[in-house]
């Protein structure tokens, strides 16, 4: 809906303020049909700790401590990078691990829930959340760069969603309903 609301917006403001070709109007359209495409908020690392951290707790409900290569396969991620990952949540202790026939991944029960942003602070650091939108070192209320005043809400409104959210939480909608996934390819009925 966003996506409508700023392609209609902005072709509209082009039609009204510049008398241009159509040439320069099919540049302007496949410009902004172009913004459809997927932006990514957080690294790959990020995407693939948070999924895998909501399949292991997951399991971890169903009482399965999983390992490694079903992790990675059941979120579509690369087994190495998955490895490399979940060693670094297990080094802050966002996770324990178990080696042997029994091992594999688990939260401990007694620290309680996950918020998102403490994985997202300790991979990305807390740029994003205070971070300039247009890349300046420089920016704030008082000395603003163009994209500002539109970027600090977007900016704010995903800080409050992954200090509210928990990986917990995550994993309970999973559990709950079926539609919910981890994985990025959806397959079609039938």
């Not at 490399?84 to 949540?89: G, P, S």
Request: hydrophobic share 35%; charged share 25%; glycine share 8%.
């Amino acid at each position: 809906m966003f996506l409508f609301k700023f392609r209609h917006k902005y072709t509209n403001l082009f039609h009204k303020k510049t008398k241009r070709s159509s040439c320069d109007y099919r540049y302007f359209i496949t410009f902004v049909s172009s913004l459809k495409t997927k932006i990514n908020v957080f690294k790959k690392e990020t995407e693939y700790a948070l999924r895998a951290l909501a399949y292991i707790k997951l399991q971890n409900l169903k009482g399965r401590r999983p390992g490694i290569a079903e992790i990675a396969t059941e979120i579509e991620t690369p087994q190495s990078f998955t490895a490399k990952i979940l060693q670094r949540m297990v080094k802050q202790g966002f996770v324990q691990s178990l080696k042997g026939i029994n091992g594999g991944f688990y939260f401990d029960t007694a620290k309680g829930d996950l918020q998102l942003r403490k994985v997202i602070v300790s991979i990305e650091g807390d740029s994003l959340f205070f971070g300039c939108g247009f890349g300046l070192k420089h920016c704030d209320e008082n000395n603003p760069c163009p994209l500002h005043f539109s970027y600090a809400p977007i900016r704010d409104a995903i800080e409050k969603l992954v200090t509210e959210e928990t990986i917990q939480g995550l994993a309970q909608k999973l559990d709950e309903n079926g539609k919910v996934t981890l994985i990025r390819t959806v397959q079609a009925n039938g």
